[in-house]
Nanobody, 114 residues
C-alpha cells in the first residue's frame, strides 16, 4: 500500500501562491488517476483536481479553474498542486490520494488571509 505525505501548506495572503507536494512511499506509476482533495472547516471533503498517469486528462473543480494547476512526476513519485490567486475560501486541509480514494494521509493545511 503506497503511503502519501503532503507538504507545502502554510499561511498566505489573498492573491498569493503556494505549491503543494505529495510524496509517495512507492511507485505512483501504477496509479492511473491521482487527485488533490480539500476539506474546509465544517464542510465535507471535496475533489479539487485530478490527473491521469501521463497527464493526458486533467480536471478541476469549477472553484479553482484557472488558478490551480495539478501535475505529477512519476519518476519522483510525486504529485504537485500549484495554487495561484488564492482566496480566503481556499482555506482548507489539502490531501492527495488516488481516484477513487484509498486511505488518507495527514494532509497539509492552507490558510488564506485577507
Amino acid at each position: 500500500q503506497v503511503q502519501l505525505v503532503e507538504s507545502g501548506g502554510g499561511l498566505v495572503q489573498a492573491g498569493g501562491s503556494l505549491r503543494l507536494s505529495c510524496a509517495a512511499s512507492g511507485s505512483i506509476f501504477s496509479i492511473n488517476v491521482m487527485g488533490w482533495y480539500r476539506q474546509a472547516p465544517g464542510k465535507q471533503r471535496e475533489q479539487v483536481a485530478t490527473i491521469t498517469r501521463f497527464g493526458g486528462a486533467i480536471n478541476y473543480a469549477d472553484s479553482v479553474k484557472g488558478r490551480f494547476t495539478i501535475s505529477r512526476d512519476n519518476a519522483k513519485n510525486t504529485v504537485y498542486l500549484q495554487m495561484n490567486s488564492l482566496k480566503p475560501e481556499d482555506t482548507a486541509a489539502y490531501y492527495c490520494n488516488r481516484v477513487p480514494y484509498g486511505p488518507w494521509g495527514q494532509g497539509t493545511l492552507v490558510t488564506v488571509s485577507l
